[in-house]
């Protein structure tokens, strides 16, 4: 390949082009791989083959039927309900796919409406907005609520659409240590004296930026620790509840109900509909009076088309069913049971020696592989074995903390998690991921 970068710098910095290219492009069978399913337990991947030395890879018509370690398919309402498909079908043929158009023209249907009364009371805020999508929530939002002369303190493991969120809204950001409420309060303390701007710099206002559950750790935040330091300092927080919304707490209302919190002690609670809920799209739950600011100011509500009323649609069934409201007692099932395995998961992967991360009762947890060159390796062994796992690393990582990342769903039985233990046991053996001796068995 040539190195003429036209007499410019080049587009990718050596690092990145290092990264991607050359050690990327090796293992991309491992990445994105095409797959002709829903998102369920079990998965169809479709088979690709290289005649080039994996430079380029085809797409075959065969498919391998794998355990699915990898969606973030929390309480298995994406791959068909039978509360939530007939009614998702009917507001496809009701709505259409799309409103074709933005929520202040024509893009606001009865559906929307519904479901921000829902999201709003279910997350126990006054009022609520949604997006499109996750992803934009957080990019387009951040800048609506803090700008030049404002000041983010954001947690150092924070998920790119807030980086990119905080970074495009113009205020000044501080990163703080990840999930130390005593560094947050050391930044906060070097900001203020007695409540009074210290350092010069009369912030209009400090927002603090932090998750639920962190998506490549599968740890819960400090929050009621975090909650005590902001209020204590006159700071705003703002929630990303992604991972945790439905996953997590009593009836699924996320790390405030785990943790103890009152939601009015978080000013503004952000989430997706993509992970427990099986859909798209995002929201943001807060004041009424925050709610109508961003619903005329936001440039994601002004100008882009608002959530596909079917996905919409799914949403509201699958909260109703997580709330009971379908006269069935399935979402505390599910709620049990995505505990139930994700624990039992998570201490058998502990007792085979393997280094894991991740709070008990968080559906997320990251076997550590630590060198880059065991990913691959992990990756393609555990789909010969019809397992299919995720593989992360740099720059979603640190480069030295390259892992597995599996997620449980409340659509795998007990057969399925056994099996993808087996698998994972043997793997592990295989590569060297094993850090520890392994537990003797006990009989
Ligand atoms: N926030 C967090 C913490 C996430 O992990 C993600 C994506 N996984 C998003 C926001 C973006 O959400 P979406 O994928 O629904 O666009």
Known sequence: ESDDHKGYAPICPAFEDFYTRRIYHRIQDCFGRPIASAP????DVVERYSNDNNKTLHRTTQTTRCLNLGSYNYLGFAAGDEYCTPRVIESLNKYSPTTCSARV???TTKLHSELEELIARFVGKPAAVTFGMGYVTNSSIIPALVGEGGLIISDSLNHNSIVNGARASGAA???FEHNSPSQLEDLLREQMVMGQPCTGKPWKKIMVILEGIYSMEGEFCKLPEIVATCKKYKAYIYLDEAHSIGAVGKSGRGVCELLGVDPADVDIMMGTFTKSFGSCGGYIAASEEIIQYLKYTCPAHLYATSMSPPAVQQVLSAIKVVLAEDGSNRGAKKLAQIRESSNYFRSELKKMGFVVLGDNDSPIMSIMLYNLAKLPAFS???LRRNVAVVIVAYP???V?????RICISASH???DLIKGLKVISEVGGLVGAKCFPA????I
């Open 400 to 404: 030295l903390l390259a892992r597995a």
């Open 173 to 175: 950001v501080l990163v």
């Open 105 to 107: 023209d024509a893009g």
């Open 413 to 415: 039985t007990r057969e």
């Open 396 to 398: 979603a990582t640190p």
């Open 439 to 442: 537990e003797p068995e006990k």
């Open 380 to 382: 393609r062994e555990c």
């Open 40 to 43: 369920d337990a079990w998965i």
